[in-house]
């Protein structure tokens, strides 16, 4: 299988843009993990200090302020230092459960300085921090719906009619579906010139007619989420050779 960045490349530039929309929300995903984490780390770095005998939180309190990762550093130094003692202060814990506290926190500063040191950067070279007008952005209406197995056959109809309707309508940018893998469950993708225009498309009979079908034909209520995007990335990427 070739690698990501060589089908990147090949791609139209359709997927292009639509490669980079879902790679941002992976990025928001892997940094509210990454936010958990580092509470957790808080959270155990503070139960390390109570612990931690009456020279020892001396000198971790005129420790210089630095970063939060050097705090979790200079708590992983001490965790693995064979002097220092999570129950130090209570004679009965047995050593095994010692170990185990000083592996936990160890594994969490790993997993931690992973995301830290691999987590992608995804920002566009040229951004606009403000922009203006009523055509200053574009709208990205994604629907994910989970459908009956026995009208599968009906929806997909009723589905490739929708598709051909929207992608023919002159405010519409690009629409697409995708089939999941247990071939129950579809995304639907629409790109749409501004807001005013998607609305208006919701209002149509063809759209209503096909919210019917999912209201009929769905295992559980569709979810519907939108987005907006400066319209001068999606100039810039059409432009491109």
């Known amino acids: 299988m070739p690698p990501l960045p060589q089908e990147y490349e090949r791609a139209s530039k359709v997927d292009q843009f639509v490669t980079r929309f879902l790679l941002r929300e992976t990025v928001s995903q892997l940094q509210a993990l990454q936010s958990s984490l580092e509470g957790a ?3 155990l770095e503070a139960q390390a200090h109570s612990l931690r005998s009456d020279d020892e939180r001396v000198l971790v309190q005129n420790r210089p302020g630095g ?4 705090g979790r550093k200079a708590l992983r130094s001490v965790s693995r230092s064979p002097t220092w003692s999570p129950g130090s202060s209570d004679t009965g814990r047995s050593s095994e459960a010692e170990m185990q506290w000083r592996l936990q926190i160890n594994r969490l500063q790993e997993l931690i300085d992973q995301l830290e040191c691999k ?5 566009p070279l040229h951004e606009e921090e403000f922009t203006k007008g009523p055509n ?5 209406a994604q629907r994910q719906v989970q459908v009956a197995e026995a009208a599968l056959q009906d ?3 009723a589905l490739c009619c929708y598709v051909d309707f929207t992608g023919a309508q002159s405010h519409c940018l690009h629409v697409s579906a995708q089939k999941m ?3 129950a469950s579809f995304t639907l993708y629409e790109f ?11 209002q149509s009979a063809c759209s209503k007619a096909f919210q019917r079908i999912l209201i009929d034909h769905l295992r559980a209520p569709d ?3 939108t987005v907006f995007f400066p319209a001068s990335w999606w100039i810039m990427n059409n432009n491109r050779a």
């Open 67 to 70: 970063s939060r990762r050097a």
């Open 223 to 225: 979810t519907l989420t």
């Open 181 to 183: 893998l247990d071939n």
């Open 119 to 123: 987590a992608p950067r995804l920002e």
């Open 41 to 43: 780390s808080d959270t």
């Open 155 to 157: 929806f997909h109809h």
């Open 136 to 140: 200053s952005h574009i709208l990205v």
């Open 192 to 202: 749409w010139q501004d807001e005013a225009s998607w609305r208006r498309h919701q």
